[in-house]
C-alpha cells in the first residue's frame, strides 16, 4: 500500500528473511536442495574397517547430476569408483555426509523406503553383472519392473524392447549362463534402463563389450539421458567418457578438482 509508512514495511522484509532462516535452519533436512539435481552427493565418506588396517575408500565427496546430464567418473584402480556408485544407489551408506536422490535424503529413508526408491528411480549396471541365474534374460530385465507392481505382459513387453534395443533380439529365453560376458553385460544395461528411470549408475558397463558394442550401449545410455535421467558412467575408457557432459576424476577417494586438471590427465593416459 502507498500509504503504509516505509520503516514498517522494511520491518516486515526482515521478519521475512528471518522466518525463512529459521524455517530453513528447523527444517528436518535443511541441507536437501529443492532443485533439478537428481542426485546429490554432500561430503559423502566412507571408511572400510577400524583403527590401523582401516581403509579410506571415499574422502568428502560432493557430486551433483541433474536430469539431462550424463557424469563420467575416471580414476586408477581403488580410488573408490565403485563405492561412490554403491553409495549413491543406496547400497551402502556412507560413513559420513549425505546422500540425496530427487530430493530425499537417503538417511531420513527407512529400509523399504530406500528400497522403494531404488526399484522405482534407479537403475544399475553392477561391474560384475548381478544377474539372477535362475531367470531367463526377459525375466531377468522384468524382474524390477514387476517387483514395483507392473503387471506381467506389460513388464515383459518392456522388457523385449530394451532388450531388442542392447541387440539381443534373439537372446530373449536364454538364461545367463548360456550367454557370453558381453551378452550379460546387455542384459545388465537393458533391466538400468528399462521402465525409464531417473538415475542411471552404470560401473563399466562396456567393460566386456567390442568396440561396436561398446559404443551402441554408450549411443543408448546418452539418448535416455537427453530424455531427462541423471546419469553416471564408470568407464577406464576416454572414448566412452567423451559421451559424458562432464569428467569427474578420483584419486585416492578424492575429487581431483579443476585445477589439478594437469594430473587429471595423466590420471586419464595411465588409468590402464
Ligand atoms: N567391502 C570392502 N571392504 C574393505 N575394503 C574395501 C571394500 N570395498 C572396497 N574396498 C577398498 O576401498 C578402496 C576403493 O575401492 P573401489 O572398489 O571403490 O575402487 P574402484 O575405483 O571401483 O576400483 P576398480 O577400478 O578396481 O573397480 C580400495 O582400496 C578397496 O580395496
Ligand atoms: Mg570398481
Known amino acids: 500500500m502507498t500509504d503504509q509508512p516505509p520503516r514498517r ?17 528447523s527444517a528436518p533436512s535443511s541441507g536437501v536442495p529443492r532443485d533439478d539435481a537428481v542426485l546429490r552427493l554432500v561430503g559423502v565418506s566412507r571408511v572400510y574397517g577400524s583403527g590401523e588396517t582401516s ?9 551433483e547430476v541433474r536430469g539431462g546430464e550424463l557424469v563420467a567418473i575416471m580414476g586408477a584402480s581403488g580410488s573408490g569408483k565403485s563405492t561412490l556408485l554403491s553409495i549413491a544407489g543406496g547400497l551402502q551408506e556412507p560413513t559420513a555426509g549425505e546422500v540425496i536422490v530427487e530430493n530425499r535424503a537417503l538417511s531420513s529413508l527407512d529400509a523399504r523406503e530406500v528400497a522403494r526408491l531404488r526399484r522405482r528411480s534407479l537403475g544399475f549396471v553392477f561391474q560384475d553383472f548381478n544377474l539372477i541365474p535362475t531367470l531367463t534374460a526377459i525375466e531377468n530385465v522384468a524382474l524390477p519392473l514387476e517387483l514395483d507392481g507392473e503387471r506381467r505382459r506389460p513388464a515383459r513387453r518392456l522388457a523385449e524392447a530394451a532388450l531388442d534395443s542392447v541387440g539381443l533380439d534373439e537372446k530373449h529365453d536364454a538364461y545367463p549362463d548360456d550367454l557370453s560376458g558381453g551378452q550379460q553385460q546387455r542384459i545388465a544395461i537393458a533391466r538400468a534402463v528399462v521402465g ?29 539421458v537427453d530424455d531427462g535421467a541423471a546419469a553416471i558412467l564408470v568407464t577406464h575408457e576416454a572414448r566412452h567418457a567423451a559421451w559424458a557432459d ?15 586438471r594437469e594430473s587429471a590427465d ?5 588409468s590402464r
Open 246 to 260: 562432464r569428467i569427474v576424476f578420483l584419486r585416492d577417494g578424492r575429487v581431483i578438482d579443476e585445477s589439478q
Open 266 to 270: 595423466v590420471l586419464l593416459r595411465t
Open 9 to 25: 514495511r522494511d520491518l516486515r522484509d526482515v521478519e521475512t528473511r528471518i522466518d525463512d532462516r529459521a524455517r530453513a535452519a
Open 196 to 224: 525409464g528411470r531417473r538415475l542411471i549408475l552404470a560401473d563399466e558397463p562396456t567393460g566386456a563389450l567390442d568396440s561396436v558394442t561398446g559404443e551402441a550401449v554408450m549411443r543408448m545410455l546418452r539418448a535416455r
Open 55 to 63: 581403509i579410506t575408500a571415499l574422502a568428502g565427496v560432493d557430486l
